[in-house]
């Protein structure tokens, strides 16, 4: 067990329609990453924040937003999804910024869009 | 960050060492090497980084070359439940926040 939470574990929705994932970071962690898997891509970064501000990002598509709120727990919200958008979502969290942190995964949301 | 190149797969006997090659010949003076798994669609699991010198710690061990070209996870006494997919990363850490560049990996079966 990371100490990473992530809700909901799998979740089933149609084309078109809007989800949001959670993400709680282990206890003391300042950053949360997500990253997305998909069978074609493989593991890439989405976006990264760090106690409240986004600090980084990836390859992450204009329908795709995130956040970071006061208490530290994250939210990816995905909207009008496509059936390519599909995948296992991870979030993880790290101490810091700047030091050599490793990054603790959360266990993902399983998302299938039909 | 640095790009890095890795055997797709690798087989290994339950309770021999399993020894996990890396190649990262454009890596940076100030790029560390991480090595990450993932077990069966699980989130991935840390298991070390180092800079220059060789680190052990209770999973694994990492053996860097003196040039910093080339790394090497080695798990000692491998068994059935290290099966997974690993992941070589070199990424430098400040002003790029800490995100990590996963490549392909190599699958790793260990083998009764």
């Known amino acids: 067990d990371s100490g990473v939470t992530q809700t909901p574990k799998h979740l089933i929705t149609a084309t078109g329609q809007r989800v949001t994932l959670r993400c709680s970071p282990r206890?003391?962690?300042?950053?949360v990453y997500w990253y997305q898997q998909s069978l074609d891509q493989g593991l890439q970064f989405l976006i990264q924040?760090?106690?409240?501000?986004?600090?980084a990002k990836g390859n992450i598509l204009e329908r795709f937003s995130a956040q970071q709120f006061p208490d530290l727990h994250s939210e990816l919200n995905l909207s009008s999804l496509e059936l390519g958008d599909s995948a296992l979502y991870f979030c993880?969290?790290?101490?810091?910024?700047?030091?050599?942190?490793?990054?603790?995964f959360g266990p993902g949301t399983r998302l299938t869009v039909t | 960050d640095a790009k890095t190149t890795q055997p797709p797969s690798m087989d290994c006997a339950e309770g021999r060492a399993a020894n996990l090659p890396c190649n990262h010949s454009?890596?940076?003076?100030?790029?560390?090497v991480y090595w990450y798994r993932q077990i069966h669609s699980q989130g991935p699991q840390y298991i070390i980084h180092?800079?220059?010198n060789n680190e052990t710690n209770e999973m694994a061990s990492l053996i860097i070359t003196e040039d910093r070209k080339s790394s090497t996870l080695i798990l000692p006494h491998a068994t059935l439940r290290d099966t997974a997919v690993y992941y070589c990363?070199?990424?430098?850490?400040?002003?790029?926040?800490?995100?990590?560049?996963f490549g392909q990996g190599t699958e790793l079966s260990v083998k009764p």
């Open positions: 990363i070199v990424r430098v850490l400040y002003n790029q926040g800490g995100k990590l560049i």
């Open positions: 454009t890596i940076s003076g100030n790029e560390y």
């Open positions: 924040y760090y106690n409240g501000e986004e600090r």
């Open positions: 993880a969290s790290s101490v810091g910024l700047g030091e050599p942190y490793e990054q603790y």
């Open positions: 180092g800079l220059k």
């Open positions: 206890s003391g962690d300042l950053s």
